[in-house]
């Protein structure tokens, strides 16, 4: 898993609630990114981070902000859920190595009603 | 943008056979493409990838061919097991700097005894 964890791993929450997702990593890689996982549509970018305080949308960043004060941890805010929101959301880092892949954590899947 | 496209959506093969799955991209500038095995509740794991500098990669029972002319990759697994079946996503991306990669929409595999 690449030393990523994800918290919480289940969230319900209710339409116009704040909702805050945590990502974690041990191994000190400056790229951090999330995806939202959806059925029909694979994984697709909501934002990523190339360094402390650094962060850009990815393609479907509406109604999301990001923020990273340090280098291990990466945050997703909804700042006002939706039930378009409900889906299920992975935290990835780039690794450092030659090869540059990108390792995925193990997901949080949120359910907003 | 980049856009990929994945096809079939489901595959079903013979224990022992042989599967392919083939995405499709659109952008040139694109040199990276991964391919991740999902398996139930888990994170996206990689398990190859491919730069646009080479037309084949192989490991073990995996291999990726890339024809960047058409601009399609496609997957193979030879000799397929029951621990095979999972849901197969295909990527694309420039291998370098924020790597914001665009997935294609997912197969799911099904290994029969």
């Known amino acids: 898993d690449a030393g990523i964890t994800q918290s919480p791993r289940h969230k319900v929450t209710e339409t116009g609630t704040p909702v805050t997702l945590r990502c974690h990593q041990t191994e000190n890689h400056r790229y951090m990114y999330w995806y939202r996982q959806d059925p029909g549509h694979g994984l697709r970018l909501i934002h990523y981070?190339?360094?402390?305080?650094?962060?850009d949308k990815g393609e479907v960043s509406d109604g999301y902000s990001v923020s990273r004060s340090k280098t291990e941890d990466f945050l997703l805010t909804l700042e006002s859920a939706t039930s378009s929101q409900t889906s299920v959301y992975f935290c990835?880092?780039?690794?450092?190595?030659?090869?540059?892949?990108?390792?995925f954590g193990p997901g949080t899947r949120l359910t907003v009603l | 943008g980049e856009n990929v496209e994945q096809h079939p959506s489901t595959l079903s093969v013979q224990e022992g056979d042989s599967a392919v799955i083939k995405c499709t991209y659109s952008?040139?500038?694109?040199?990276?493409f991964p391919w991740y095995k999902q398996e139930l509740g888990k994170g996206p794991q990689l398990i190859i990838d491919i730069r646009s500098n080479v037309g084949e990669k192989k490991d073990q029972r995996i291999a990726v061919t890339l024809n960047k002319t058409a601009k399609h990759f496609s997957l193979h697994i030879t000799e397929t097991q029951p621990e095979d079946s999972a849901v197969y996503f295909c990527a694309a991306s420039q291998v370098q700097g924020a790597q914001k990669l665009v997935f294609g929409q997912g197969t799911r595999l099904t290994i029969n005894p």
């Open positions: 952008d040139s500038a694109s040199n990276y």
């Open positions: 990835a880092i780039k690794g450092t190595a030659a090869g540059n892949e990108q390792f």
């Open positions: 981070s190339y360094g402390v305080k650094d962060t």
